[in-house]
């Protein structure tokens, strides 16, 4: 599962960062996700799920299996 | 031939604190959106379908401003949600800098860092909790005293910067601006709202601190188009949402666990696996608002067949579209085991709520806590015996009676 991150769109409601924290993170400044690595932490794939069906932006997508 | 049927007016009545309106559904099954009259009597539709619910929360051509302010449908006496505020040109780049100014301290690192104190602070609580039981022993406490209106408040002072000795203060005026029928004593408490803030904020100004105040006063500092009202406004409105809404969900949260023994025991047994998903669905179920969130169509839209006409007025309950079947199985159940639980109570879009992680900071702190250290805590009434509150902008109850 390969993840990607629109920082564009993103409106830095850092829901994702506290569904799966090993996967995400938030720039300190302004609050937009970062993407800690492209695939989920080990763990985290059901809450990487959940992150995408969540996000208030839909700037989170996932591809592959 | 015209309808004789009347129109449905907000709010509905409900059967207790867990229930949600019957009305909602009975809307549902003819349109995801209705026609209704406000609580202040004025049109609006209403939305209560999660898809469409969604759909309008995420849509530009809906904000908070009106084209024409004067001609719009007022929703309450209220001085929240009552009815358009912003501008209308300036709305969308008015709201990107606040969200802007804010994001930072709202952001999952900084709850991170705040999580220790919350849990302190909970623990505080807590102490104070096992002190009023021993000093009347055998007679219920009421959990919204001690713990859920304390806590947020506490927790709030701290990120914005309010001393908490003010909270009686405050405590009273965020309830005179969430009246829905207060008539005219609603916006004379705001005004009072604001004036408190000012005050906080040249306080700030003299001497800024690590908290969102001073933040804002620094944002002011260069940008004069920020004007001292709209720094008012906007404090009253964070230490107002801080605290009300997360109080509510507590006092809600307490009376879901405590209403089914068998729940209570399944979360007690297993408090910090349980808490995510327990609180997702706390989140979910706790129906908090008589009247939905508001938006305003800023040009003609069609959603779902409805022709939707600028100008007019559209309240989006969460309550509802989270208890939608088409989405959830078994919507009234409290299932923690629902996977996946893409519920809609922070709303969704570019006005998602700011403070969902402190919320869910606050509730994943709380839960665990509570039944850890009072595994056989118990209602001290029957649910049909806790009032609902329906005369306010975020509902909830006056009273938890526990005991243990």
């Not at chain 2, 929703?75 to 912003?86: E, K, L, R």
């Not at chain 2, 055998?138 to 209106?149: I, K, M, N, R, Y």
């Not at chain 2, 809404?245 to 399944?266: C, K, P, Q």
Request: aromatic share 6%; proline share 6%; net charge negative.
């Amino acid at each position: 599962m390969k993840i990607t991150a629109d920082t564009g769109s993103c409106v830095a409601s850092g829901q994702c960062v506290l569904l799966a924290p090993g996967t995400f993170d938030q720039d300190e400044d302004a609050g937009t996700v970062v993407l800690l690595a492209d695939e989920p932490a080990d763990g985290e794939e059901d809450a990487v799920r959940q992150a995408e069906l969540t996000c208030p932006a839909a700037a989170i997508r996932l591809s592959g299996a | 031939m015209t309808t004789t049927e009347e129109t449905p007016r907000l709010p509905f009545a409900r059967a207790n604190a867990l229930a949600i309106a019957p009305d909602y559904e009975a809307l549902r099954r003819q349109a995801p959106i209705s026609r209704v009259l406000s609580p202040a009597g004025d049109p609006a539709w209403l939305v209560t379908s999660y898809e469409e619910a969604k759909e309008i929360f995420r849509d530009k051509r809906f904000g908070r401003s009106h084209p024409a302010p004067e001609q719009a449908s007022r929703i309450s006496h209220a001085a929240v949600q009552d009815g358009p505020s912003g501008d209308f040109d300036t709305e969308e780049q008015e709201h990107k800098r606040m969200r802007r100014m804010l994001a930072p301290a709202f952001s999952a690192p900084r709850m991170r860092a705040l999580g220790d104190r919350i849990a302190e602070l909970t623990d505080r609580c807590l102490d104070d909790l096992q002190a009023a039981h021993d000093a009347h022993p055998g007679e219920p406490v009421d959990l919204t005293d001690f713990l859920a209106f304390p806590l947020p408040v506490l927790v709030i002072c701290e990120l914005l910067g309010v001393p908490y000795a003010d909270r009686e203060k405050f405590r009273g005026l965020s309830e005179r601006i969430a009246r829905m029928d207060g008539g005219e004593d609603a916006q004379a408490a705001m005004t009072e709202f604001k004036a408190y803030m000012t005050e906080l904020a040249d306080e700030k100004r003299a001497d800024p601190q690590p908290d969102v105040i001073s933040d804002m006063v620094a944002v002011q500092a260069d940008d004069p188009t920020f004007t001292d009202d709209d720094l008012a406004r906007m404090g009253a409105g964070l230490l107002f949402a801080g605290h009300e809404t997360t109080s509510t969900r507590i006092a809600m949260g307490t009376l879901f666990l405590l209403s089914d023994t068998a729940r209570r025991d399944r979360f007690a047994a297993d408090p910090h696996g349980e808490v995510n998903r327990t609180v997702e669905e706390i989140l979910r179920l706790t129906a908090t608002s008589g009247t939905g969130l508001l938006r305003y169509a800023h040009e003609d839209v069609e959603v779902a067949g409805t022709r939707i006409m600028r100008g007019d007025a559209v309240l989006i309950s969460s309550d509802a579209a989270n208890r939608d079947a088409t989405v959830f199985t078994d919507p009234d159940e409290f299932d923690p085991a629902r996977t996946p639980n893409v519920h809609l109570a922070f709303g969704t879009g570019a006005h998602v709520c700011i403070g969902a992680n402190l919320a869910r900071t606050e509730l994943r702190t709380v839960f665990p806590k509570l039944f850890g250290r009072f595994p056989g805590l118990r209602l001290a009434a029957g649910i049909d015996e806790i009032p609902v509150r329906v005369n306010r902008v975020a509902g909830g109850v006056d009273a938890v009676p526990v005991t243990w």
